[in-house]
Every structure is written in C-alpha cells, then in structure tokens.
C-alpha cells in the first residue's frame, strides 16, 4: 500500500468536513507514532510549504506538514504532467525523497513546475535530514520556496530581450533561440530536417529614414513586417534581425523551389506601394537564402549565410542564394587539378573514339576522339570536369597535344593492323584556351608528322566562342590548317552565338549540329525547323552537316532525310576503345560493301 492510499485511509470521518489544509494537519497530529510537537511547531512556524518525511518499508510517508504544503501538494495533485514536459525537471518530489533515503545523501535541491489550478507554478525544493525522536537521522525535512513571480519576471525579461519592440517580432536573438527549438523538435520527430532562411533587407531604408524622419521610418517598419507576415505559411517564422533587416524562416520539403516560391510572395507583397502618410512609397527588397539540410548546420551560421546572399542580391537584383559549396567544390577542383597534372605527366589518361556514320550511306566517315580519365580514388571523371579544370589551369595545352598525338597515333595503328589506310578520318577537339595559349598549327603538324598520317585525315573540332575571342588569330590558325589540308567543324553548333558573317569568312568546312536540337527532336516541328535551317545554311555556305547525339533510328532517318551528311550518337555507338572502334570500322565497312 502506498504512503498517500495509507494516508487517505486514516483520514478520519470527522475531518472530512474540515478543509483539505486542515486535514493533513489533523492527520499529522492524529497518526500513530507522530514525532514531538517540536516538529509541529517548527513546521507551523515555517512561511512556505515544508513538511516531514519518512520511509515505511519503500513508501515515502508524511509525518507532519504545515498548511502551505498542504496546500502546495493539493495543487501540485492536479497536475497531470509537468509543464514542458522537461525529462530533467522532476515534479514528482516523492520520487526524490526515495531516492534520498536510498542514497542517504546529504542534501538535495530540485525545482519542481507544474501547471497549478492558478496557473504556471515553480517551486524551488530542498531535502534535508532531521533529526528523529530517537536521535537518529531518518527524516527529512522537505520545503517548496515559491518561486514562481521571479520566474515569471525572468521569463518576460527575457521575451522583451528576445523581442523587437517595434514589431513585437523575435528579434536576432530570438530567432536564433526560437530556430534552433523548431529544428531539435523537428528533428526528434523526423530524424532529419530540411529548412531555409531567407534574408530580406529593404533597400534605400537609410534614405526614407532621413528624409520622412524616424517615426515614419518606424510606421514603413511596421507596414513591411506586416505585409511579409500576411505571405508567410503558418509554421513559417518572422523575425526582425536589424534596422531595416529582416529573416524568415521556412521548412522546404521541396528545397530551392519552395524557396524560390516563398521569395516570389514577398516580392508581391511589395508591388503596392506604401502610404506613410502623405506619400506613397515604393519599398524595394533584395533577398537572399540559405539552405540547409544537414542535422546539425549551425543556425547562426545558416543566418550569417543568408545576410551574405542578401548582400549579393543588393547588387544583383535577384534572389541569390548561398552556396555552401561553393568552397567544397574549390577544394575539389585542388585535387582534381593536382591530379590531373599527374595523369597527364603518367600517361594516364585515355582516349575513346565515337564512330561518324554517314547518314546517306551509312557507312563510318570517321571517329571522334574524346578523352577519358579514370582516376584510382576518384573514379571515372567525365570530360565535362576535368576539361574545365584544365582550361582553367592551364593543363589543357598539354592534354590537347597529347590527345593530338594518341589520336594520330591510333590511325596509324589502325592503318598498320589494315595493311592499309583506312578510307576514315579523325575528329579531335580543340579547347579555346588552347588556341590562345598553343601554336596548334605545330602541335598538329607534329602529331601527323610523328604518326605519318596526312592532314586530309584530321579534323580540327572548334567551338563557336573560340570564332568570338580572337578573330584575327583564329583566321590565321583555319588558314594554316587549311593549308595542312585539316578539316575544320564547328562544335556544338547553335549553342554560341557566332554571327554569319564570320562564318561565312572562315574556312569551316562542316558543322556539326549541337545535341540538344536532335534530343526530342522527334515530333516537335520547332526543333526540326532549325534542323533544317542550319542544315540549309550549311549548303549555302558550302559546309556539310553532322547531328550529334543520335540515340534512336528514327532520328537518323529524320536527319537523313532533313539532307543532313553525318550522323553521330549512341544509336550507332558509344565511344569505343581504340581496338573495338577499328573493329567496328572493319564489321560496318564490310557489311556496308556487301
Ligand atoms: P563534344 O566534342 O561535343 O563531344 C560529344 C559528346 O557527346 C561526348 O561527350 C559524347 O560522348 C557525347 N555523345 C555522343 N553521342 C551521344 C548520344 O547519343 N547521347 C548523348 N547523351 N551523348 C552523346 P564526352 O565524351 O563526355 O565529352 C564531352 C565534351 O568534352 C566534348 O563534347 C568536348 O567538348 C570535351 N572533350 C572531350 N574530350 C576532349 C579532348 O580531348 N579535348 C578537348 N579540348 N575537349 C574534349
Ligand atoms: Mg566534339
Ligand atoms: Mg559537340
């Protein structure tokens, strides 16, 4: 039987009438075995709730309390649960007076808030021993000191700290403190958490401010904060982090889009303008995110982020948003470099070659070669990495003399292994960097010249903004070209932006038609439009016309039919290892002969 099932079954009949503070005093004097009217007396002397304790077998059993206590564990009854549900706030003080007679420590402080008939309440309690009839020390004496208007007090202080007087919004403080909640809550229900903070600071607030004076700076302050607020979601939050700096925050599920649509609200908010008293103001924001998805991003940091991003957006007009990776993937680009420049210097990389079908006869014109880079730790870089990262350092001028000398070679190869010269030629590409940097027409006129191949069998791949960058040096490099008898394209046609009248100035003799006019080009007029545009150019100007990207049978036989010459693209074949694209070679040329 408990102490408290005990307790209530002693209560006599007589008492019940009496209030529940006169009860358990009567029941103290009325128990059997009660301790000296020294402990009556101290406990009636006592101005705050206090009350003696023993242990009878497990149970804690109250010996005497004064009326406040009884009056305190009434109301401390009702409660159901303590009031933030706190694990580390014990309400229940039985529990700590068993596990003091269990420990027999010295002493013991808790504080105990629960949610009291009258509202929020905290006591501050103390356990300590006293001394028992029989001299021995085996009660304690436990008192509540009411704590609750200090911390009510502490509380509001608080929230004025955490809060913007003007807006009565969370200010920096307050956001950081609320944000950090909203994310532990969050992620103790879902594990993980997706959010963003968008940063908006009104532009051109300084100068409101001095011309229309602080108190109709004030009334834009509130008006803005008001306008956002009415675009907000419900579980978004609104804070007031500076003069004329304002911070949402925001859970994207759907990351930059949501974001992106948030973004879009508040912009609309502000396409009125807003009346301050006379005038009609124009209110400009410039706004700037930062996302985070990581369980343990730093909210402060986050903040710091998105102010850097609005700092961008002033001068750019636009959202911007921080890139956290943006350092990650500088880093990255170290190691890639780094080891790029030993791949090259080893040998290492690789070159594969993409069979050219002509689309009229379906035989192989030739190949495209195209470097390939497997890297021991960092696995397959594709081209699209590791060439920028050459252009950028440079490593490009090696790479592209060392593609024009393995391509080469590899016809030459092919040539020996024949016992003849294969009726093919080679595509290689040409970076821009490397135009500016190389003398290509020796870098290429020492490939051929080491391999023994002739120029008639190389084609030089350029890209439209290599046409735009120099054009006197560009002119003078197709020229020497020309007169090696090499081949020039132009790569990824329709993508840049090279004007006709260079084009038609410059030996370039084929074209070859960016991919993303064949990808889809299937039953969309527009893109066969330009198709035939571009191919229609080409014969104007005397050039052929090769498509690339070629992934399905019906969009060779659209091109072929659209006069389009050549053809390139997974349908025919993926970039092959030098020895199965000679293969492919022998297979097709002798299936296209019979
Ligand atoms: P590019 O010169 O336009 O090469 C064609 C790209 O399209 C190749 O990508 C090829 O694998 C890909 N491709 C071919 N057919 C299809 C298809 O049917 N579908 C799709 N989705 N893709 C297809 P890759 O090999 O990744 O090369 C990318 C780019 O990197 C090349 O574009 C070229 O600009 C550059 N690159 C590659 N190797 C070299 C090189 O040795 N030197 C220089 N300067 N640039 C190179
Ligand atoms: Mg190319
Ligand atoms: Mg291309």
């Known amino acids: 039987m408990t102490a408290r099932a005990k307790r209530d079954e002693t209560d006599s009949t007589e008492a019940m009438a009496a209030s529940p503070a006169a009860r358990r005093v009567q029941l103290f004097e009325s128990l059997p075995g009660t301790p000296s009217r020294r402990f009556s007396s101290l406990l009636r002397a006592l101005p705050y709730p206090a009350a003696v304790l023993r242990q009878v077998a497990d149970a804690v059993e109250i010996i005497g309390t004064n009326e406040e206590f009884a009056r305190f564990d009434e109301d401390l009854d009702g409660t159901l649960m303590p009031l933030d549900r706190r694990p580390s706030r014990h309400f229940n003080w039985r529990e700590r007076a068993g596990a003091m007679f269990e420990s027999r420590r010295t002493s013991d402080r808790f504080e105990i808030e629960f949610q009291g008939r009258l509202g929020a309440r905290v006591f501050s309690c103390s356990l300590t021993w006293v001394e028992g009839d029989d001299g021995q020390d085996d009660m304690l004496l436990l008192t509540a000191t009411d704590r609750t208007s200090e911390r009510k007090a502490e509380s509001t202080l608080r929230k004025e700290l955490l809060t913007d007087s003007l807006t009565s919004l969370p200010n920096r ?44 700076g004030d009334e834009l302050i509130i008006t803005v904060a008001r306008r956002v607020k009415s675009v907000l979601r419900a ?31 508040v912009r609309k908010a502000f396409e009125s303008p807003i009346r301050l008293s006379t005038y009609l103001i124009n209110v400009e924001v410039a706004l700037g995110c930062a996302l985070a998805s990581d369980e343990d991003e730093d909210v402060e940091n986050l903040l710091r ?41 080893n040998g290492a990389l690789n070159m594969v070659f993409q069979p050219l079908i002509n689309l009229q006869t379906g035989a192989v014109k030739g190949f495209e070669a195209l470097a390939r880079w497997e890297e021991p730790i960092l696995g397959t870089v594709p081209p699209s990495e590791f060439i920028p990262v050459a252009e950028e350092s440079g490593l490009i001028v090696p790479l592209g003399r060392w593609a024009m000398c393995e391509t080469a070679q590899t016809l030459a190869d092919w040539d020996r292994r024949n016992r003849h010269p294969l009726p093919i030629m080679m595509n290689v590409n040409l970076s821009p960097v ?27 791949e350029l890209t439209e903004s290599a046409l735009i960058a120099d054009p006197d040096k560009t002119r003078q490099l197709l020229g020497a070209l020309q007169a090696m008898n090499v081949t020039v394209a132009m790569d990824d046609f329709g993508t840049g932006f090279s004007n006709l009248a260079s084009l038609q100035s410059l030996p370039i003799d084929v074209l070859k038609i960016d991919r993303s006019f064949v990808t889809d080009m299937i039953g969309d007029e527009d893109k066969i439009a330009l198709i035939r ?26 091109l072929a039919a659209l006069g389009c010459h050549y053809g390139q693209g997974y349908f025919f074949a993926r970039p ?18 019979i």
């Open 173 to 216: 403080i307050g956001f950081v403190e609320e944000i950090e909640g909203l994310v532990e809550t969050r992620k103790d229900t879902l594990g993980k958490t997706s959010y963003a903070i968008i940063g908006l600071d009104l532009i051109r607030f300084s100068r409101i401010n001095e011309s229309l004076g602080a108190m109709a």
């Open 434 to 460: 490397q135009m500016a940097r190389d003398n290509v027409p020796r870098a290429v006129e020492e490939a051929l010249r080491y391999a023994g191949i002739d120029g008639s069998r190389f084609t030089i």
């Open 235 to 265: 579980g978004d939050v609104l804070a007031r982090i500076g003069g004329n700096e304002f911070a949402i925050f925001a859970h994207v599920g759907n990351g930059l889009s949501e974001v992106l649509q948030i973004a879009e609200r």
């Open 576 to 593: 092959l290892p030098p020895l199965e694209a000679y293969r492919y070679w022998l297979d097709r040329s002798e299936a296209t002969m």
């Open 533 to 558: 545009a571009i191919v229609s150019l080409a014969g104007a100007l005397g050039m052929q016309t090769t498509a690339e990207g070629i992934e399905k049978r019906e969009m060779a036989d659209a």
């Open 305 to 345: 982020q998105a102010q850097a991003a609005v700092k961008r957006a002033k001068k750019s007009g636009t959202l911007e948003v921080y890139r956290a990776h943006v350092l990650r993937e500088a880093l990255k680009r170290f190691t890639v470099e780094n080891r790029l420049r030993e791949a090259i210097e």
